[in-house]
């Protein structure tokens, strides 16, 4: 039941920790004081029970490659900057953010905060818009087209640029995260026949989702293919994130902040600043900069 590479974590629920071992779906008792504790994506070593009624053993985590991670402020786990973070899934490629064109509203800005958060844990980022069925029409996109990221029009209704989805994760370990009620399940259920991730209806006056998928889970598509489903996130904080660490997660602000005057630069209120001048030219798109002052900013 050993393996060096370790067996993938499917699913957690509490204590309850589900592990893939040739190919079946078992659940496992992690060893008290686990330390990370295991999180889907996670390759774990496990080892077999004592007793045959008993479940087999979680004995530690393996070397994460990347982190999707949150960051709020009742977690005591610090990184080493003084942030909290909350790992949501480990080892994953590419982080693609669902939205939706209406239903919840779509905030081109919040793209801007699952951008930082992927980045900061080492992943790629691609976008998929939802419910394009509804025939409403998408805001300007160029700002984040010029950044070479990929995004794909999709319906989980009707199916519309499914196989363009397919072809984007295709071969991936794969997370898809967004607002409550984008259709993230949704979407799991209609790339895999046999997924059975929880959907909902969107609610409210304002038109915000409702949380359905209550934990994290991994559906395989193929052999080389994963799609880690997870909860709807209403709010993303980014507060404690280093004013220089925010700086590189914004690539086309850390390309002009050689051009600064003072090395340190905020790029918020400096004489001689090089990325308040590329804004000023049209060089970086004004709602890019807006976004970070924000998040440079923001308070927990």
């Known amino acids: 039941m050993t393996s060096e590479e370790g067996h993938v974590v499917i699913e957690v629920h509490g204590i309850r920790v589900t592990v893939e071992i040739d190919g079946e779906a078992v659940r496992c008792s992690p060893l ?35 982190v999707f991670a949150r960051l709020r402020q ?95 994760i295709e071969g991936k370990t794969v997370i898809f995260t967004g607002h409550s009620g984008v259709g993230k399940s949704s979407l799991v259920n209609a790339l895999d026949d046999e997924a059975a991730a929880a959907v909902g209806e969107v609610g409210g006056k304002r038109g915000q989702g409702r949380h359905t998928t209550s934990r994290s889970s991994l559906y395989r598509l193929n052999d080389s293919t994963a799609i880690i489903d997870t909860p709807g996130i209403r709010s993303l904080s980014m507060a404690g994130i280093p004013a220089e660490e925010l700086g590189e997660l914004f690539p086309e602000v850390s390309e002009r902040s050689d051009t600064c005057k003072f090395r340190n630069c905020t790029h918020d209120h400096e004489p001689g600043c090089g990325v308040q001048a590329a804004v000023a030219a049209g060089e970086i798109a004004q709602i890019r900069y807006e976004t970070y002052i924000r998040l440079l900013h923001e308070e927990g």
């Open 74 to 168: 009742d977690n005591t786990r610090r990184t080493r900057d003084g942030a909290h973070e909350h790992v949501l899934a480990a080892n994953v490629d590419t982080a693609v953010v669902v939205a939706a064109v209406a239903k919840p509203p779509f905030h081109p800005r919040f793209i801007d905060r699952y951008m930082v958060l992927a980045q900061r844990g080492g992943l790629d980022v691609a976008v998929a818009i939802n419910k394009c069925d509804l025939g409403v029409e998408l805001p300007d996109l160029a700002a984040y087209h010029a950044l070479g990221i990929q995004f794909v029009e999709v319906s989980a209704k009707t199916g519309a640029g499914l196989d363009q989805l397919r072809a984007l």
């Open 32 to 66: 008290p004081g686990t330390d990370p504790y295991p999180v889907v994506g996670d390759r774990v070593v496990v080892t077999a029970p004592n007793q045959p009624n008993d479940p087999p053993t979680l004995d530690h985590v393996l070397p994460r490659r990347t």
